[in-house]
């Protein structure tokens, strides 16, 4: 699996190696059942390391079938698109454009850091994304605040107060 995952409440939280088909289906249905388990729309991050491969071809015409399922488990959806300096400084201008252009405006953000995402949020939403990113923390899938790539290879976790989930830390 190129994705680990973490949930909790009203946050879905992942990191990216080489995304695959499988992967973004995995995403939509963690997202539509974190959205049902929390009674609505959840903040969605997803992290993608500076040295994260593009997805190919197939994989963004697929991605691109699921936005509007994506969207809808989606109060804010949040890339953390890592790299230093001015290319990566333009691709996260590109990428939030691309986003803005397509979808409705207040719903896609694109970040340098992780920490970035809490001043994003709406005060309510504030200590959900701080739980699931200390979360993502712990279990190794953020590292600093630095620029940093960690292969995604924790498995998925589920907060078993959120939905019942059995996996713990």
Known sequence: ?????????GCVFSVWGKPKRQDMDLIEKELREAATASGGPVTYITRVPVDSPAPDADVRRHLDSLMPKIVESCSTYHVVLEGKGFVAAVKRAVLNSLFQIRW???VFFVHAFPSEVVHAVTMAKAPEVKAVLERARVVGLLTTENVSSVPPSAPSV???K?????AAL
Do not use: Q, T
């Open 162 to 166: 959120a939905r019942g989930a059995s």
């Open 104 to 106: 409705k405006r207040g």
């Open 158 to 160: 589920r907060d078993p």
């Open 1 to 9: 699996m190129a994705v680990s995952i973490v949930s909790g409440k």
